[in-house]
């Protein structure tokens, strides 16, 4: 039972090029959600997404995209990559209408 | 802009002492309130939480209090171990929007 799984785990990216951070989850979960933390600052959303098709800006959403073209698969596109996207990425599902949340175990994105 | 306010930053107790956490919101449209457990290289997890029709929750030797009039909650964690060394969340979950707002975390360190 894998859960929610985020790939890559680490990666190292220049200024200007943008990259796909992946996430799938196995628990039939409608509700997906991409959070970043930053040191001192908590969880900020980016996105999220209620059922396949469907999808919605959270707080933090400029220099992002997303889509959901399946329930299982939730990617986080990044595009034009700046240094203050320098971070750690969280994906989560939940079965919906609750706050508990199922993440991922992170994808550490440093853009140099 | 929802906000959930927590503090400490960073709190030291020593094995067998209680730590305390707190938080406060402003939103009244909050209607679940968790608390996230976060260790080293790993995502969040659902340590526990309480709606706010409940004043008090216990699991264990985890505690929520919630002052709703107050809109403040905190998280007592009894005969603390150096195994609860970690970073703690709470949160506020609003079903109308289906999202989930975080606190800035506590780092928690027990002293053997």
């Known amino acids: 039972n894998a859960g929610v799984t985020q790939t890559p785990k680490f990666r190292i990216l220049k200024i200007g090029q943008s990259m796909t951070l992946q996430c799938a989850q196995d628990m039939n979960h409608n509700y997906m959600y991409w959070y970043r933390q930053d040191p001192g600052m908590g969880l900020k959303l980016i996105y999220y997404s209620v059922g396949a098709g469907i999808t919605d800006k959270g707080e933090v959403p400029n220099g992002y995209n997303v889509s959901r073209s399946t329930t299982e698969d939730f990617p986080l596109r990044l595009e034009l990559a700046a240094p203050s996207q320098t971070s750690v990425y969280f994906c989560?599902?939940?079965?919906?209408?609750?706050?508990?949340?199922?993440f991922g175990e992170g994808s550490r994105l440093t853009v140099l | 802009q929802q906000q959930v306010k927590q503090s400490p930053q960073s709190l030291i107790v020593q094995k067998g002492g209680i730590s305390i956490i707190n938080c406060a919101y402003e939103?009244?449209?909050?209607?679940?309130f968790p608390w996230y457990q976060q260790f080293p290289g790993k995502g969040p997890a659902l340590l526990i939480a309480?709606?706010?029709?409940?004043s008090e929750k216990k699991e264990g030797r985890f505690t929520i209090s919630f002052n709703k009039s107050a809109k403040q909650f905190s998280l007592h964690i009894m005969d603390s171990q150096p195994g609860d060394s970690a970073t703690y969340f709470c949160a506020a979950y609003d079903s109308g929007y289906s999202t989930l707002t975080f606190g800035k975390g506590t780092m928690l360190l027990v002293s053997p």
């Open positions: 939103n009244t449209a909050f209607d679940y």
């Open positions: 989560a599902s939940s079965r919906g209408y609750t706050g508990e949340l199922f």
């Open positions: 309480i709606r706010p029709d409940v």
